[in-house]
């Protein structure tokens, strides 16, 4: 397994002002504020996005005072996605413990996670940069219309490819596109280098929802995940979508038939999940996610080299090989 703290080293000191002031970003006289960030660090994440963007911007530079400001608006802005899909999806669980909407209510996990975005904004606003304001708005934009996407796929059941992307690039590859490219702003980096940061987060986050939807078809044990969680919020994810595309019809026709009445038992998620193993998805999946990690991988290495270019190709092979 990819050792953590190797791929932080070259932004190891930056790495904890980041964690220092995203803890202090969290702080609120606000009663329910407060009791509602002790929920969330109960499930707190590995801060992969904050990370990405302090290396982009050590390769192109350093990764200075404006890095670590970015990181934390950016943190926060996808803090307040996470509570706002859970709400969305009516999710009762992350990385294993309950999530806000399920200790609180819908209307107390909306308002925070608004207190959130807005704080996010707040500090886009004091960096007085507007390329990154641009970026951040544009951000906000795609990640709400891939949420209303998502709901649409599930409600009309779309079940292709095409469609399935759409949705992984607005909620989550334009997020890490948008990190590696706000690092690359903050060392000063010229156009042609930022936009190459751009595209290579974008391929990391392809890379990182395929392997997180892989997930969600084992056991719950090895992820921490519920398994075939996706499935009942109406989420057909690339393995199933692979396996529903190529079976010949009379193979299919029995999970096809469960989907359209979307009443998902835990027997029919389980024959579901099943036959998407069986029959060749996970390895579909795990191919295009390689194929993306190759991408990433060709990008970086036109970089000069140096320890946070090692990092960020270290990085891609983590996103890949995590087991939860």
Do not use: W
């Not at 220092?20 to 590995?46: C, M, P, W, Y």
């Not at 980096?189 to 990182?208: D, H, I, N, S, V």
């Not at 892989?214 to 969680?229: L, R």
């Amino acid at each position: 397994m990819i050792d953590r703290i190797q791929i932080e080293r070259p932004v190891s000191e930056a790495f904890k002002l980041f964690e220092a002031e995203f803890a202090q970003a969290l702080q609120s006289e606000i009663h329910t504020i407060r009791a509602a960030v002790d929920t969330l660090q109960q499930s707190n994440g590995k801060h992969i996005r904050p990370l990405l963007l302090l290396l982009a911007a050590k390769a192109c530079g350093q990764a200075g005072t404006g890095a670590v400001r970015a990181a934390v608006m950016l943190e926060l802005l996808h803090t307040a996605s996470l509570i706002h899909d859970d709400v969305v999806d009516d999710t009762k669980q992350r990385r294993g413990v309950p999530s806000l909407n399920a200790v609180y209510d819908n209307r107390v996990a909306v308002l925070v996670g608004d207190f959130f975005f807005s704080d996010s904004f707040m500090r886009v606003m004091e960096m007085e940069n507007l390329q990154i304001l641009r970026i951040m708005a544009q951000l906000t934009h795609e990640m709400t219309e891939g949420e209303i996407k998502q709901l649409e796929n599930a409600d009309r059941l779309i079940l292709t490819e095409e469609e399935y992307f759409v949705v992984l690039e607005k909620k989550t590859a334009m997020l890490l596109a948008s990190c590696a490219e706000i690092g690359a702003i903050t060392a000063g980096a010229p156009a042609e280098l930022q936009q190459m940061c751009r595209t290579f987060g974008k391929q990391l986050g392809y890379c990182f929802q395929i392997r997180d939807d892989i997930f969600d078809y084992f056991d719950d044990a090895q992820t921490g995940k519920p398994s075939g969680n996706d499935l009942r919020e109406g989420k057909v994810t690339l393995p199933l979508l692979h396996v529903l595309e190529t079976a010949a019809p009379a193979e299919k026709a029995p999970y096809m038939d469960m989907l359209l009445e979307k009443n998902f038992t835990p027997d029919r998620i389980a024959a579901l999940l099943r036959f998407a193993r069986e029959n060749g998805g996970i390895a579909y999946a795990e191919a295009r996610m390689n194929a993306y990690r190759e991408q990433a991988t060709a990008i970086i290495r036109t970089l000069p080299a140096s320890e946070a270019r090692d990092s960020l190709l270290l990085l891609a092979d983590y996103l890949v090989e995590r087991t939860r």
